[in-house]
């Protein structure tokens, strides 16, 4: 009787720290994306909202010219797009989804970034009606080198 009573409290106290877990992750704050663009461009402003609207939080700081950003944060010339952001110690370049920022955060993968090369039709911030052309979000390294990481229309 001892036996299983204190085989029940300890599977109670087992459920409770998972529970307590749980909680305290919900609680954490959405990290922060530190997003630099182009003070006129509106695609880079919808990615913005895009991204809160997926728990994100952002801080937004307007640039005239983005090439040093880039340059400065390791982006491929061929990966390149219109903004640049930075969250958690990644880089992301241009229309990323934020599903992929999401599994970004969650994998961890040994990359710098990921990027949505030019800017596709159908990518977050760049809807136009039902129309997506296919595109791929490359991951890419401290080196240059890029491989698919996801894509999207094909």
């Not at 491929?76 to 992929?100: F, I, K, M, N, W």
């Amino acid at each position: 009787m001892i036996g299983l009573m204190k085989k029940a409290l300890i599977t109670a106290a087992i459920a409770a720290v998972i529970s307590i877990g749980g909680i305290a992750a919900a609680q954490r704050p959405a990290p922060v994306v530190e997003v630099f663009k182009s003070p006129t461009c509106g695609c880079c402003a919808l990615w913005v909202k895009h991204m809160e609207a997926n728990g994100f939080r952002t801080r937004v700081t307007d640039v005239p010219d983005m090439t040093p950003v880039k340059t400065k944060l390791g982006v491929p010339a061929r990966a390149a797009s219109c903004h640049t952001a930075v969250v958690d110690g990644y880089v992301l370049e241009g229309h990323v989804p934020a599903a992929q920022v999401q599994r970004l955060l969650k994998e961890r993968p040994q990359v710098a970034g990921v990027a949505v090369p030019g800017m596709p039709i159908g990518s977050p911030g760049m809807e136009a009606g039902s129309t997506v052309q296919p595109y791929d979000v490359l991951s890419f390294d401290k080196q240059g080198q890029t491989r698919v990481f996801a894509s999207y229309g094909k």
